[in-house]
DNA sequence: ATGAAAGCGCTAACAA
DNA sequence: TTGTTAGCGCTTTCAT
């Protein structure tokens, strides 16, 4: 393997001149510089990362914590694909890599590990909720923390998230203007904020029209497909059946469609819908979903930006807090609808 | 940051001593073991993962190398979830972890890069193709490389496919073996030796039931939903037009379903059909896929454990070539019909 | 503008 | 059985 001794023998220089033609260090003479470059080019040289890292101490990589595969249903390629490759681009600015890391029960301590081992130099966190094992150490071993789609309140983390509680607030509210006067939720576990704040957007909506909310209309899935088909019951045993329903993602959505169809009630023609994420099985389902998208590319992008950011400022320094905002994509699931 | 030192310091011997615990190398007396745990324990010490992969020479990271967004649908969170989920797995005991990297036409060499910076010790290629680019480049500067779903034939090379010829040989048998005569088979691009399989599959399960090979009825997707929508159209311009199709994979087969009901064909009805994958579209669509299961799992485990292995042999050792099983599995979308 | 030299934290060969 | 020591390839001060 080619190392900079050698492309400081071919350049005739020292190495350490070398070192500052690629780093950029200002100060070398323009002709010398050029003779390093010419070294390196046909030498091939590439400096060892591995040793640059080694030097500076930091590892250039930055964990992205992602669920273990029972909890796979949190998200769609969609959410995945859009996300990561939004931090892959935010990183690349920074000449930064992805470590992809699961956060498994049979070994919680796993991105503490790849921390205090410096494998990473911070995290980007998707998919957690309130119970997410182990990211109190990782917070207390002074690891920088970003989340994705999920606050967290403590002032040293940083998040990026969407206005969830407006998401919901324009889900419901098309329902509303719709003439709806029956609307159900159909919520996922409270301990994601994500829950949380759409529950307060669709009672906030209410209030703002005037309208009564209703426990019994709030229904409750864990964002499983299953679930959204299993929640059909319990829709269906509301007297009367309310002719709308706000379901909290598009999995539960494309469940709820089904289990309404296998009792003969379609969607868009007897009960309006509108689901939260705009995930890929929004067009697939029958009818399409009108839902809510959320940015998630560019959510990846900053939450890199911001993790970087913040490991540059160092141990102690604010994390930062950010919500994108949502949208209305109107599609055929919440066409107006003939009363039941 | 605790380092060595002070724990050779705090258990009263010298750092080899303690480094001679920590990696289990023998001969060292169960009383100064103990001692140097107890420090280790005490102060919370943690190896410098960094120094020690620049001692060794090795970033102890395998770079994962999935498509760019572009051709995101290639895969379905299942097949992502699933074979990264293997990999992690098949790497845990080896104690390495997953870079991951996309390849992006603006940067072709990005993976090339990352092997050459020493930033990853081999690579799993996921969703390649015969024009996937910057691949020879990567062989070509000795890194080691493991393909999942794809074949090369490169004796140097590794990859982990399923018998795809076998797996599409039992689609359209099922076909065949439930009466039908005239069978379409909806393929993805032959750049894919998947695709380039399946047909020999389709060719051969044809041939095995005495019928004839009509290229007429081989139609081109590219394996996304639309394209499998797009298909309807010329699948309806055959003439006569075929009682059943074996679709290359689930997205395009969920395509074809919806393409076939705006025309009021409804499949598992009017048209018997078969997909490829078992992705978790197979189960949304309505009806259910009859589809051919891939252990996407089990893919990534190996594809893991040949790589490292491989990478433990050096650089000019053969490449080892795997074709794990597929499977049939029936549900409603390949129900008997009733002639067009 | 450039070179010399001191480390970064560890592994492993060599001594004792 | 344990300690001493020479690097691994680079960045970065400090001299020149």
Redesign the pocket.
């Known amino acids: 393997?080619v190392?900079?001794?050698l492309?400081?023998q071919r350049a005739?220089?020292?190495?350490?001149?070398?070192?500052?033609v690629?780093?950029g260090?200002?100060?070398?003479?323009e002709?010398?510089?050029k003779k390093v470059l010419e070294a390196v080019e046909a030498l091939g040289?590439?400096?060892?990362a591995?040793?640059?890292s080694?030097?500076?101490?930091r590892s250039g990589n930055i964990g992205v914590i992602v669920p273990h595969i029972p909890q796979v249903h949190l998200f769609s390629t969609h959410y995945f694909g859009e996300i990561s490759s939004g931090i892959a681009v935010g990183l690349s600015k920074y000449r930064l890599h992805m470590l992809l890391l699961f956060y498994q029960s049979d070994d919680p301590d796993q991105v503490l590990h790849a921390f205090e081992s410096r494998k990473i130099d911070g995290c980007i966190v998707l998919g957690a909720n309130e119970k997410t094992r182990g990211i109190e150490s990782l917070k207390a071993a002074g690891c920088p923390v970003c989340f994705v789609s999920h606050r967290d309140e403590d002032p040293l983390t940083s998040y990026v998230d969407t206005d969830n509680v407006n998401g919901a607030y324009l889900a419901t509210s098309h329902l509303i203007k719709s003439g709806h006067e029956r609307i159900a939720f159909l919520n996922g576990p409270l301990m994601y904020t994500n829950s949380v704040d759409r529950l307060e957007g669709f009672q906030k909506a209410l209030a703002d029209a005037g309208m009564h909310f209703d426990p019994a209309l709030v229904l409750q899935g864990n964002y499983s497909r299953t679930s959204g088909y299993a929640a059909v019951a319990h829709f269906l045993a509301i007297n009367p059946i309310p002719t709308s329903v706000f379901v909290a993602n598009d999995r539960m959505a494309a469940g709820f469609i089904l289990g309404l169809r296998e009792v003969g009630l379609r969607v868009g023609q007897h009960v309006s819908l509108v689901g939260y994420d705009d995930a890929d099985i929004a067009t697939i389902t029958d009818p399409p979903l009108t839902t809510i998208r959320v940015p998630f590319f560019e959510m990846g992008k900053r939450a890199a930006s911001i993790l970087v950011e913040k490991i540059g400022r160092g141990e102690s320094s604010q994390g930062e807090k950010i919500r994108l905002p949502a949208e209305l994509i109107v599609r055929e699931s919440s066409q107006s609808v003939r009363q039941l």
Chains 1, 2 share one sequence.
């Open positions: 393997m190392r900079r001794k492309v400081a005739g220089v020292s190495e350490a001149t070398v070192s500052r690629l780093n260090v200002d100060g070398v003479k002709g010398t510089r040289y590439r400096p060892n591995i040793a640059q080694f030097v500076k101490g």
